[in-house]
């Protein structure tokens, strides 16, 4: 199989290309245009900073490419923000692939810390991704920004309120949480999508 | 629920783990990829690789090691130790971790908390702070707890927040290696703090790492030797935090 990893100004890509080698496929780690368009998996991982990288898409021409690509699409962590509409961290307008804005936790007490970081349970809506899951799991979560409730939410979780810990609309999927570094759990994710 | 986290120590000298470890299961309990391995197998919330090499070609190994836990481990890791500025941060985080503690050079220059933030994001920075108590108070001590420096320890946790860290991972010297508990009131204040708190050394049974999560609030308990040596068996403790109510990843 032939999966693509999008190479972009972001940290986090050699723990996808890493959880990916453990699956026994090796992806090919690319920002060219062709060769994306050619995958038959795209993965959109990411940690960063939405405006910066939303910049970066834009010089390159990728914003476009991504909102148009047919095959499988999952985005991890910045991935889902940036396919959304709009990001509160650094006034991003971001692909609007889905039609939800990210908004960033706002604690009420100092108990509830902010970035949301560690294991915390998902419940699923959607069996794509989440095929075989039938108790809540625990996924890896790190994170300031949010994803809200929206028709396109594939998996519930909850941090000072309910929020889309995974997303899914026709081709295009993501999760909020790092499958890559959610053990077991996270390996099952990954090899769903491969699987689709 | 958020769950507590629970996250075993590996101490590194010239790419192999120190202090002896019983694990009669393992090939080469020396090796810190098996030894991660094994305590990720076991359902440990995250891994801490501490490299302890002083020697330049030592960092060098460390890297290298880095890499390999990084293709092998499913699980978040931090490395710490040795780093003294901006590039050794970047470079550990090149090499696959996921985070970096840093604790002396940041008692020395503040400033480089601000570039890890801006750099790499508040989430890979984590304060280490060793502090002694202090009457009432708690000081803070540079160089693995060598060298006092006068700088109070709620104060200096209080400044690290603002300035972009991510979490706080407070060892007490008093406390380390004793195996009499957690200074569970210390933690307490501390988590009054913006950011997760790990709370490091002192654990010795089972309970008193139920008293650091229900009393000292931290986020997440770190360990050594109770579990190097085999003293506490992590899914047994897990089993434990759960059935007494802690919010725990089984």
């Not at chain 1, 804005?101 to 998902?122: A, C, Q, Y």
């Not at chain 2, 092998?72 to 996921?98: K, Y």
């Not at chain 2, 060892?171 to 004793?178: C, N």
């Not at chain 2, 089993?239 to 990843?249: A, F, K, M, N």
């Amino acid at each position: 199989m032939n999966v693509a990893v999008l190479k972009y100004n972001a940290g986090n890509i050699h723990s996808v290309i890493h959880a990916l080698d453990r699956l026994g496929v090796t992806p090919l780690l690319t920002d060219d245009i062709e060769q994306l368009q050619a995958a038959d998996k795209v993965i959109f991982p990411g940690v960063g900073e939405a405006a910066t990288t939303m910049q970066y898409l834009q010089q390159h021409n990728l914003d476009a490419v991504i909102k148009g690509l047919r095959q499988p699409v999952l985005g991890i962590c910045l991935g889902q923000q940036l396919m959304c509409t709009h990001s509160e961290e650094g006034d991003a307008g971001c692909l609007g692939i889905f039609d939800v804005p990210v908004l960033r936790f706002k604690p009420d007490s100092n108990e509830d810390k902010v970035p949301h970081m560690g294991w915390n349970t998902i419940s699923c809506q959607d069996q794509v991704l989440f095929k075989g899951f039938d108790k809540d799991e625990y996924v890896y979560f790190v994170h300031s920004y949010y994803v809200p409730l929206c028709p396109w939410t594939a998996a519930t979780t909850e941090y000072i309120l309910p929020f889309s810990a995974s997303l899914h609309r026709d081709n295009f999927f993501a999760t909020q949480f790092h499958p890559e570094k959610s053990g077991t759990a996270g390996e099952r994710i990954l090899k769903n999508f491969l699987d689709i | 629920m958020l769950a507590k986290r629970i996250i075993p120590c590996l101490d590194i000298c010239n790419g192999r783990t120190v202090k002896g470890t019983n694990f009669v299961n393992l090939r080469d309990a020396g090796d810190p990829v098996e030894l991660g391995r094994m305590y990720s197998e076991q359902g440990a919330d995250e891994l801490v690789f501490l490299d302890i090499t002083a020697s330049f070609e030592g960092r060098k190994t460390f890297t290298e090691l880095v890499q390999r836990i990084a293709s092998v481990l499913s699980i978040p890791f931090t490395v710490g130790g040795g780093i003294h500025e901006l590039s050794d941060v970047e470079r550990l985080l090149q090499a696959g971790a996921d985070k970096v503690s840093v604790n002396s050079a940041a008692l020395k220059n503040p400033g480089l908390i601000d570039s890890i933030a801006a750099n790499f994001g508040s989430q890979v920075c984590t304060i280490a702070i060793d502090a002694r108590q202090n009457g009432n108070d708690w000081e803070c001590f540079l160089n693995g707890g060598r060298v006092p420096t006068g700088r109070r320890l709620f104060e200096w946790a209080a400044e690290a927040a603002d300035r972009g860290a991510g979490e706080i991972l407070f060892t007490s010297m008093d406390h380390d290696g004793v195996k009499n508990g957690y200074p569970c009131e210390a933690l307490a204040r501390l988590s009054e703090l913006p950011i997760p708190v790990i709370a490091s050394g002192g654990a010795g049974s089972k309970e008193h790492f139920l008293e650091v999560f229900a009393k000292g609030k931290a986020s997440a308990a770190l360990a050594a030797s109770v579990f190097h040596f085999g003293q506490i068996s992590i899914p047994e403790l897990k089993q434990y935090l759960c059935r007494s109510g802690i919010p725990i990843r089984i």
